[in-house]
């Protein structure tokens, strides 16, 4: 983060650096990357760039809508037709010009995982039972935090998940995919034909007060988690109408097809030709382990089913991963390459 010159940051950040345990350099350091920029997310965003968080990756392919208006905060009815992740970045600029935003107008699979992995904690404002299924297994995967929150109407739930020191999602599958709302259309585009995840059927009620109270809980865990300082929720029940707050103590299930340590070291051995396509070998996935679409990376980066594996200079014995939004848990590959040219 650019910190300006250190009056300014001082006058600026001068509440906060007031608050017991605050460390502005630790906030300033890190990256957040949110995942839907909606009715949570612009509430974390605002309230991130306000502290002065360092970087924010923001990741949502959906176009700002009328009926947003009621409770997405970063947009405004000029916005409307304008794509989320774009329009809330320069909203957020204008609050704190010094937060560096990486805009991604994608779905949150395609990602490049070299941004993933910079990432310091995840958010997860999603809208979609599906797309959460696969952020939180990333989140699993690198091992970073991930402070997920959805609402329905007066309710309200926030999880924290601390990889394989507090549940994951599939320890304790909470809320059904019926309870997730609808999301909008990217322009010119019509609903299915973008989408990876499934959609849900109807939209579901929302209402600005409730996307204030889950989305400011969720960036303070967010700040928690940074600043390494409180107690941090591992589910929490909001009632807005009848005013209760009910935290639910989550236990990680060892056996969690996701985290459950006897899951975790299962690696498939995979033989490559040097020629092959990597669309081919994706084929092969494909049959072998009943996958959707599968994408495999290696050292980060996602491989291009143009290419050849020869093109990446793969060796036997190195290890990739497949993600695909059949599987909740990556499949590692070590690769074996069958030279042809040799034999
Ligand atoms: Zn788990």
Redesign the pocket.
């Known amino acids: 983060m650019n910190l300006g010159n250190d009056r300014e940051m001082e006058e600026r950040y001068d509440r906060q650096l007031r608050v017991k345990g605050w460390d502005q350099e630790k906030i300033s350091n890190a990256t957040v990357c949110i995942w839907g920029v909606g009715a949570l997310g612009t509430f974390v965003a605002a309230e991130l760039a306000m502290m002065g968080v360092g970087r924010l990756v923001l990741i949502d392919f959906d176009t700002v809508e009328v009926s947003n208006l009621n409770r997405q905060l970063l947009y405004r009815e000029k916005d409307v037709g304008r794509n989320k992740a774009e329009v809330a970045a320069e909203r957020i600029k204008e609050i704190n010009k010094n937060v560096m935003i990486d805009v991604f107008q994608t779905s949150i699979e395609e990602v490049p995982m070299s941004v993933y992995r910079k990432v310091d904690v995840f958010v997860g404002a999603l809208d979609s039972f599906e797309a959460r299924r696969w952020a939180n297994s990333l989140a699993?995967q690198l091992r970073k935090p991930l402070v997920s929150g959805g609402m329905y109407g007066f309710l309200g739930q926030v999880q924290v998940i601390i990889p394989f020191e507090t549940?994951?999602?599939?320890?304790q599958p909470l809320v059904p995919s019926s309870k997730l709302s609808q999301v909008c259309t990217p322009p010119g585009e019509t609903r299915k034909e973008k989408l990876k995840f499934k959609l849900p059927e109807a939209p579901i009620p929302g209402l600005a007060t409730m996307s204030g109270i889950v989305g400011s809980l969720m960036t303070q865990e967010v700040a928690k988690l940074i600043l390494n300082i409180g107690k941090t929720i591992t589910y929490l029940f909001i009632d807005g109408l009848n005013n209760s707050f009910t935290e639910i103590e989550l236990s990680?299930?060892p056996s969690?097809?996701?985290?459950?340590e006897k899951y975790q070291l299962s690696k498939v051995k995979i033989t490559l030709e040097e020629n092959e396509k990597i669309d081919s070998v994706i084929n092969r996935l494909k049959l072998t382990y009943g996958l959707n679409k599968p994408k495999i990376a290696w050292k980060g980066k996602l491989l291009s089913p143009d290419k050849l594996v020869k093109d990446y200079g793969i060796i036997s014995g190195d290890s990739l991963l497949v993600i695909d939004n059949a599987i909740v848990k990556p499949i590692k590959l070590i690769a074996s390459i069958n030279d042809k040219s040799q034999t």
Not at 167 to 171: K, N, V
Not at 256 to 260: A, T
């Open positions: 699993v549940a994951c999602f599939e320890c990680r299930n969690c097809p996701l985290c459950g």
